[in-house]
């Protein structure tokens, strides 16, 4: 499956603001343009590939910060929505000893307005080459309903579909909900990212190997398990390998793995989807390098790799 023709990555999530702390002690923090899906936009775009976002902002000051954050990233915001009334999420984002984030304290003060299935225009899944979303709005039913029209707009104009689970607790009404909907999209993706503890939880087995066998029915031509300092375990229509990474003293993992998917989805756009063993390992050992890079810098957005930095690579 090649994607040259198509014009770029299409992106789809909420943007957030990242509150995040300045050091271990959690407390102060520093505001930062975030969201997975805005990161994995903007990192794509930061590598020397084009993309394109479909979110929702308001009128207000934080979301003007927002989409001029996005178009200062140079990323697409011709399918964006905006809704005066909205307003956008807040996350505090504390940091651990080891360099570890964890996500403590959820903010929205308009959780109920979202992009719509009606908003979303059939052009932008014409143009694209990839559409990547995670599970980060589907807790909403509206977002919810929307996730599963735009999937199937880019089945209907050949997009290749990659997930990223990106799995927030804390947002669901339950775990079994939450296992129930994030799965209930696997069986139509070609790429599946997921880290070991979303693996674990997801399938409610303790090993990486059990995981996998659970989700071999479903038949995903591509999943990636990323194991933090131990790198990924990827999956080629059932044939799993172990791609190593250069070993690094994090100083914060906030955007290891936003890095890690913006070199997944830029290396699929220009070389297709990987067909072989050889071609996943040269993809996944990219997106390996790229984590590795933001974890030695602080913060999500800032710490996201940009061309210069990753020429010699390709």
């Given at each position: 499956m090649t994607q040259l023709s198509k014009d770029f990555i299409?992106?789809?999530?909420?943007?957030?603001?990242?509150?995040?702390?300045?050091?271990?002690?959690?407390?102060?923090?520093?505001?930062?343009?975030?969201?997975?899906?805005?990161?994995?936009?903007?990192?794509?775009?930061?590598?020397?590939?084009?993309?394109?976002?479909?979110?929702?902002?308001?009128?207000?000051?934080?979301?003007?910060?927002?989409?001029?954050?996005?178009?200062?990233?140079?990323v697409?915001?011709?399918?964006?929505v905006f809704v005066p009334e909205k307003r956008v999420s807040g996350v505090y984002?504390?940091?651990?000893?080891?360099?570890?984030?964890v996500f403590k304290d959820y903010v929205d003060e308009a959780p109920d307005l979202q992009v719509t299935a009606q908003h979303l225009n059939e052009e932008?899944?014409?143009?694209?080459?990839?559409?990547?979303?995670?599970?980060?709005?589907?807790?909403?039913?509206?977002?919810?309903?929307?996730?599963?029209?735009?999937?199937?707009?880019?089945?209907?104009?050949?997009?290749i579909i990659a997930i990223d689970a990106n799995i927030r607790p804390?947002?669901?009404?339950?775990?079994?909900?939450?296992?129930?909907?994030?799965?209930?999209?696997?069986?139509?993706?070609?790429?599946?990212k997921l880290t070991d503890e979303e693996l674990f939880f997801l399938t409610e087995v303790n090993s990486i190997e059990a995981g996998l066998e659970l989700l071999k029915p479903l038949n995903i031509p591509i999943i990636l398990i990323t194991v933090g300092a131990d790198g990924t375990y990827a999956v080629l229509n059932g044939e799993v390998m172990h791609v190593s990474v250069e070993k690094i003293v994090p100083v914060d993992?906030?955007?290891?793995?936003?890095?890690?998917?913006?070199?997944?989805?830029?290396?699929?756009?220009?070389?297709?989807?990987?067909?072989?063993?050889?071609?996943l390992d040269n993809?996944?050992?990219?997106?390996?390098k790229l984590g590795a890079m933001a974890a030695t810098k602080p913060g999500a957005l800032t710490a996201l790799p940009r061309y210069d930095e990753i020429k010699n690579l390709l």
């Open positions: 299409l992106v789809y999530g909420d943007a957030f603001v990242d509150y995040i702390a300045n050091d271990t002690t959690n407390t102060s923090f520093a505001k930062f343009l975030g969201g997975a899906t805005i990161n994995v936009a903007a990192g794509i775009s930061r590598i020397g590939a084009p993309s394109a976002l479909i979110t929702i902002t308001g009128d207000d000051e934080t979301s003007q910060f927002v989409r001029q954050e996005i178009k200062n990233e140079g697409n915001l011709d399918y964006a984002v504390h940091l651990k000893e080891d360099g570890e984030r932008a899944f014409k143009r694209a080459s990839i559409f990547n979303f995670c599970s980060g709005t589907m807790f909403h039913p509206t977002a919810l309903v929307t996730t599963r029209a735009a999937v199937e707009m880019a089945k209907l104009h050949d997009a804390l947002r669901w009404s339950s775990e079994s909900h939450c296992r129930e909907t994030v799965v209930s999209f696997f069986q139509d993706a070609h790429i599946l993992t906030t955007g290891a793995g936003d890095a890690f998917m913006a070199g997944i989805m830029r290396y699929v756009h220009y070389n297709g989807l990987p067909t072989t063993k050889e071609s993809c996944v050992s990219f997106g390996n």
